[in-house]
Nanobody
Framework: QVQLVESGGGSVQAGGSLRLSCAASGYSFNKKCLGWFRQAPGKEREGVARIYSDTRATYYSDSVKGRFTVSRDDAKSTVYLQMDSLKPEDTAMYYC??????????????????WGQGTQVTVSS
C-alpha cells in the first residue's frame, strides 16, 4: 500500500526556518510530479512547490518563490520542502502529493492521486 508521510512541521517565529519531509513507502517516484500544498484556516488549498522526478525541474508559487526550496532524495524516497524567511501568512497545514500522470505542469489537485496526511506549520509574529 502506497503511503506518504509528512513530518517536520512545528511552530516558529517570523523569519525562522523549517524543513518538511515527505517519505513514501511502497512507491517509486519515477516519472512523477511531486507537489507541496498548503491550506490555511478558512482558505482553499493551494499549491506552493513542485518537482519533477526525472529532471528535478522545480516550480514555485509567487507567494513562496525565493524563500522555499523543494528537493528530493531518491535513495530515501523522500521529498523535502525547505522553508526560510517564514512569515505569519505561511501558517497552514502542509501536504505533499504525488501525481497520477507523468508530467509536471499543474497544481490542479485532481491531478495528484496520492496525498499525505499533512503537517502543521505555525509562524508567529
Amino acid at each position: 500500500q502506497v503511503q506518504l508521510v509528512e513530518s517536520g512541521g512545528g511552530s516558529v517565529q517570523a523569519g525562522g526556518s523549517l524543513r518538511l519531509s515527505c517519505a513514501a513507502s511502497g512507491y517509486s517516484f519515477n516519472k512523477k510530479c511531486l507537489g507541496w500544498f498548503r491550506q490555511a484556516p478558512g482558505k482553499e488549498r493551494e499549491g506552493v512547490a513542485r518537482i519533477y522526478s526525472d529532471t528535478r525541474a522545480t516550480y514555485y508559487s509567487d507567494s513562496v518563490k525565493g524563500r522555499f526550496t523543494v528537493s528530493r532524495d531518491d535513495a530515501k524516497s523522500t521529498v523535502y520542502l525547505q522553508m526560510d524567511s517564514l512569515k505569519p501568512e505561511d501558517t497552514a497545514m502542509y501536504y505533499c502529493a504525488v501525481s497520477s500522470g507523468s508530467i509536471c505542469v499543474t497544481f490542479a489537485e485532481g491531478y495528484f492521486g496520492i496525498w499525505g496526511q499533512g503537517t502543521q506549520v505555525t509562524v508567529s509574529s
